[in-house]
């Protein structure tokens, strides 16, 4: 017998419970249990993660989870807690995110006939509600629903306030299509368990009662708290700053570093929720945290975790290397994808080839900004606090050749501990 529950709920992961008799069917086996994914964008973000790895808990627990990405519900857009429409995708948009989010499910959860009857599922629920004819689902569904229930939901009634924005019928019928999303998928694959966000509890709510409406059957919902950034704001596709779990849009050193910085006062939260780390390593973490914060053993690790679950093992690697070389002449060794990311931060400045042999040193300096002036150039050369691609440059006259190049383009002009500026010669 599993111990989910008491995981769950250690790792902060149990916001809601519709039932408490879900407790007891999570300790077991066999539960069918879904979640939801938004295909606003053709990539799911560092919000997600704690959603598909409640799947992945789910699925090492001995249950079958159900990954549902939302073809047909990303045509009509979800209200809650945002304060304006969202803007509608065209066709062609959503097939495009549709391909991207499925990928990124896949690298988590075990979909082979090896995961016996714990076998992940990937489903569209445009392939369903492509298909309902708007009479039928009146008198189906609709029927068995309020306005006045649907309009006292939070995210639907924070909406109704603003006199200005409101809420469209198209965004109204949202819950709705969510509630049969849960039907169907209970009547097909006996699925019993909603999972979500707090965000998600009125929708969830709703599929319950409309299964037990119907069918007479109890099903279960849980909720767990939305991840927030140290600011308290939620990781989100609209917000600024959005950390990817696409490559091309966030890199894995970017990953990386993003969990490097983490707050002492957040680092624990996130080992629990957004890693599969063990308590016992959590625990000692934490310790950590308490005993000597300087050295952020926890970041490194949480940092480390997560880029591993994303990127694999690999990838992780390279960028803690990429971390830990940065500032020395070892920078030399990393391979150009990394490199160009760990120094995405860094001012660049754009140059010829023919510069290479008669650009010097103390130019550089000038024309980059790191001084103000060449008198400033050269008494920083001079004070030993100028580096090539991070070694020393020992006099004033040093030049920038072709010999300087990382891979046949970059340089990289430091002054000081850690004003760096990228020299890109085309």
């Given at each position: 017998?599993?111990?989910?529950?008491?995981?769950?709920?250690?790792r902060?992961?149990?916001?809601?419970?519709?039932?408490?008799?879900?407790?007891?069917?999570l300790?077991?086996?066999?539960?069918?249990?879904y979640?939801?994914?938004?295909?606003?964008?053709?990539?799911l973000?560092v919000?997600?993660?704690?959603?598909?790895?409640?799947?992945?808990?789910?699925q090492q627990?001995?249950?079958?989870?159900?990954?549902?990405?939302g073809g047909?519900?990303?045509?009509?857009?979800?209200?809650?807690?945002?304060?304006d429409e969202?803007?509608?995708?065209t066709?062609?948009e959503?097939a495009?995110?549709l391909?991207?989010?499925?990928?990124?499910?896949?690298?988590?959860?075990?979909?082979?006939?090896?995961?016996?009857?714990?076998?992940?599922?990937?489903?569209?629920?445009g392939?369903?509600?492509g298909?309902?004819r708007l009479?039928?689902?009146?008198r189906?569904?609709?029927?068995?629903?309020?306005?006045n229930?649907?309009?006292a939901?939070?995210s639907?009634r924070?909406?109704?306030?603003?006199?200005?924005?409101?809420?469209?019928?198209?965004?109204?019928?949202?819950?709705?299509?969510?509630?049969?999303?849960?039907?169907?998928?209970?009547?097909?694959y006996?699925?019993?368990?909603?999972?979500?966000?707090?965000?998600?509890?009125?929708n969830?709510?709703m599929?319950?009662d409309?299964?037990r409406?119907?069918?007479?059957?109890t099903?279960?919902g849980l909720?767990?708290?939305?991840?927030?950034?140290?600011?308290g704001?939620?990781f989100?596709?609209?917000?600024?700053?959005?950390?990817?779990?696409?490559?091309?849009?966030?890199?894995?050193?970017?990953?990386?570093?993003?969990?490097?910085?983490t707050?002492d006062s957040?680092?624990?939260?996130?080992?629990?929720?957004?890693?599969?780390?063990s308590?016992?390593?959590?625990?000692e973490?934490?310790?950590?945290v308490?005993?000597?914060p300087?050295r952020?053993?926890a970041?490194?690790a949480?940092?480390?975790?997560?880029?591993?679950?994303?990127?694999?093992?690999?990838?992780?690697?390279?960028?803690e290397?990429?971390?830990?070389?940065?500032?020395?002449?070892e920078?030399a060794?990393?391979?150009?994808?990394?490199?160009?990311a760990a120094?995405?931060?860094?001012?660049?400045?754009?140059?010829s080839?023919?510069?290479l042999?008669r650009?010097?040193v103390?130019?550089?300096l000038?024309?980059?900004?790191?001084?103000?002036?060449?008198?400033?150039?050269?008494?920083?050369?001079?004070?030993?606090?100028?580096y090539v691609?991070?070694r020393?440059?020992?006099?004033?006259?040093?030049t920038i050749?072709?010999?300087?190049?990382?891979?046949?383009?970059?340089?990289?002009l430091?002054?000081?501990?850690?004003?760096?500026?990228?020299l890109?010669?085309?």
């Amino acid at each position: 017998m599993s111990h989910l529950w008491g995981d769950l709920t250690w790792r902060g992961l149990v916001h809601q419970s519709t039932d408490p008799e879900l407790a007891a069917l999570l300790d077991q086996r066999g539960l069918t249990g879904y979640v939801g994914f938004d295909p606003t964008a053709p990539s799911l973000h560092v919000g997600s993660l704690q959603q598909i790895l409640l799947l992945v808990r789910l699925q090492q627990a001995g249950h079958a989870p159900v990954a549902l990405a939302g073809g047909g519900t990303g045509l009509v857009g979800d209200p809650s807690f945002r304060a304006d429409e969202r803007p509608l995708l065209t066709s062609e948009e959503l097939a495009a995110h549709l391909d991207g989010i499925r990928s990124q499910l896949e690298r988590f959860l075990d979909f082979s006939a090896g995961a016996g009857s714990a076998r992940a599922r990937l489903v569209d629920n445009g392939e369903w509600l492509g298909q309902l004819r708007l009479l039928d689902f009146l008198r189906d569904v609709g029927k068995h629903f309020t306005v006045n229930a649907m309009m006292a939901k939070e995210s639907v009634r924070a909406r109704l306030q603003e006199r200005d924005q409101g809420i469209s019928f198209t965004e109204f019928t949202y819950m709705l299509l969510q509630a049969f999303d849960f039907l169907h998928l209970f009547e097909t694959y006996d699925c019993r368990l909603q999972l979500g966000g707090s965000d998600q509890w009125g929708n969830i709510t709703m599929g319950i009662d409309l299964i037990r409406r119907l069918h007479g059957v109890t099903a279960y919902g849980l909720t767990s708290p939305l991840v927030v950034k140290a600011d308290g704001s939620k990781f989100g596709k609209t917000e600024s700053g959005t950390v990817w779990l696409d490559a091309e849009r966030t890199s894995p050193y970017a990953l990386y570093q993003y969990f490097v910085r983490t707050e002492d006062s957040a680092v624990g939260d996130y080992l629990r929720r957004l890693t599969l780390l063990s308590r016992e390593t959590i625990l000692e973490l934490d310790s950590a945290v308490a005993t000597r914060p300087e050295r952020r053993e926890a970041q490194r690790a949480l940092a480390a975790a997560v880029t591993t679950l994303v990127h694999g093992a690999e990838e992780a690697r390279r960028a803690e290397r990429a971390a830990e070389v940065l500032f020395s002449e070892e920078i030399a060794s990393l391979d150009e994808p990394t490199l160009v990311a760990a120094l995405g931060d860094a001012p660049s400045t754009d140059l010829s080839r023919s510069d290479l042999g008669r650009l010097d040193v103390v130019d550089a300096l000038v024309r980059t900004e790191l001084v103000s002036s060449k008198g400033a150039a050269r008494r920083a050369v001079q004070q030993g606090g100028v580096y090539v691609n991070n070694r020393r440059v020992d006099g004033v006259e040093a030049t920038i050749g072709v010999e300087d190049l990382l891979h046949d383009r970059y340089v990289i002009l430091r002054r000081g501990r850690k004003d760096q500026h990228v020299l890109r010669f085309g």
